[in-house]
Nanobody
Framework: QVQLVETGGGLVQAGGSLRLSCAAS????????MAWFRQAPGKDREFVAA????????YYADSVKGRFTISRDNAKNTVYLQMNSLKPEDTAVYYC????????????????WGQGTQVTVSS
């Protein structure tokens, strides 16, 4: 079992920045790819960014490329998402999830989810 706690969300103006954190406990995720997803009201959950087990490879959804950066600290069992140049369309609940991502044809989360953290970007 893996427990995930996402923090760092909040209300920010367009053009601002936020840094999200995802702390894992219960079972280490240091050997597992990790990803961030988001879900806006009335929409399906969508992939945002992923990072491989040692942080050497990452990839992003086109909508956030160049603005968001995913990173991880395996010693702390924590994954981060630095979000810059935020836009109103980035408003969503953000979730992290272990899974098979880097090198996979499509994102494959393992099914562990936290409660998410709300990000609201005002125009």
């Amino acid at each position: 079992q893996v427990q995930l706690v996402e923090t760092g969300g909040g209300l920010v103006q367009a053009g601002g920045s936020l840094r999200l954190s995802c702390a894992a406990s219960g079972r280490t995720v240091s050997g597992t790819d990790m990803a961030w997803f988001r879900q806006a009201p009335g929409k399906d959950r969508e992939f945002v960014a992923a990072i491989n087990w040692n942080g050497s490879r990452s990839y992003y959804a086109d909508s956030v490329k160049g603005r968001f950066t995913i990173s991880r600290d395996n010693a702390k069992n924590t994954v981060y998402l630095q979000m810059n140049s935020l836009k109103p369309e980035d408003t969503a609940v953000y979730y992290c999830a272990p899974g098979v991502y880097v090198g996979s044809p499509s994102p494959r989360p393992l099914g562990y989810w936290g409660q998410g953290t709300q990000v609201t970007v005002s125009s």
